[in-house]
């Protein structure tokens, strides 16, 4: 998990609150990412960021929002729109754009939904 | 469309045994194949990838891999299985072509016993 730290741990949130998934890094990587992780369906990419200001969306980007104002951060808004949010979130990082440059996880934040 | 797929749930295997962990894969183009691990409610860790050259990929921990382009095969191995190894276990593929989107299997848990 070293050179990316995401806060808080753990999280809860009530029906119809928006919450933000904190996610830093200190690797000096341009590209950095946000993955939902649920049990039997693998890791799905929820938006991406190659360059600072810049960002697109994944796989699963509906009812989530994302900010890239500094190189070193990645805050991931999960708002009310977004129907089923309890689930494990990953923040991921990588050096460039090179295919075949592996990305570094942070040790996760798990969100409930009360 | 790339797709990656670990076509075993689960795993188990007797410490001191060999293991092996199948991964296979879909691209239209080359693909860039990752390994990563996950304990318990941590992030990934990055244990080996190929690019290109010898099919033979050996990585963090004693694992190593063997890419098998006719098989599309990706499959993760170990000689000796230690009880420490037993996590989660995630094969990624990236296709040549895709600049930053990786895509994960649903992973397979590998369980080692005494």
């Known amino acids: 998990d070293g050179g990316i730290t995401q806060s808080p741990k753990y999280l809860f949130r009530k029906e119809g609150q928006n919450v933000t998934l904190s996610c830093e890094q200190n690797?000096?990587?341009?590209?950095m990412y946000w993955y939902r992780q649920d049990p039997g369906q693998g890791l799905r990419l929820i938006y991406y960021?190659?360059?600072?200001?810049?960002?697109q969306k994944g796989d699963i980007a509906e009812g989530y929002s994302v900010s890239r104002e500094k190189k070193e951060s990645f805050p991931l808004t999960v708002t009310s729109a977004q129907k089923n949010p309890t689930a494990f979130y990953l923040c991921?990082?990588?050096?460039?754009?090179?295919?075949?440059?592996?990305?570094?996880f942070g040790p996760g934040t798990r969100l409930t939904v009360l | 469309a790339q797709s990656v797929a670990q076509p075993e749930d689960q795993v188990n295997v007797a410490e001191g045994n060999p293991l092996t962990v199948k991964c296979t894969y879909s691209v239209s183009g080359n693909p860039y194949l990752f390994w990563y691990v996950q304990y318990p409610n941590r992030g990934l860790q990055f244990l080996l990838k190929y690019i290109t050259g010898d099919n033979l990929v050996k990585g963090s921990y004693g694992f190593e891999a063997e890419f098998n382009k006719s098989q599309t095969s990706f499959h993760l191995k170990k000689p000796s299985a230690l009880v420490s190894d037993s996590a989660l276990y995630f094969c990624?593929?990236?296709?040549?072509?895709?600049?930053?989107?990786?895509?994960f299997g649903t992973g397979t848990r590998l369980q080692v016993t005494l």
């Open positions: 990624a593929v990236r296709d040549t072509g895709t600049a930053s989107k990786l895509t």
């Open positions: 991921a990082s990588s050096t460039g754009t090179s295919s075949g440059n592996e990305q570094f």
């Open positions: 960021s190659q360059i600072v200001n810049d960002f």
């Open positions: 690797l000096n990587h341009d590209a």
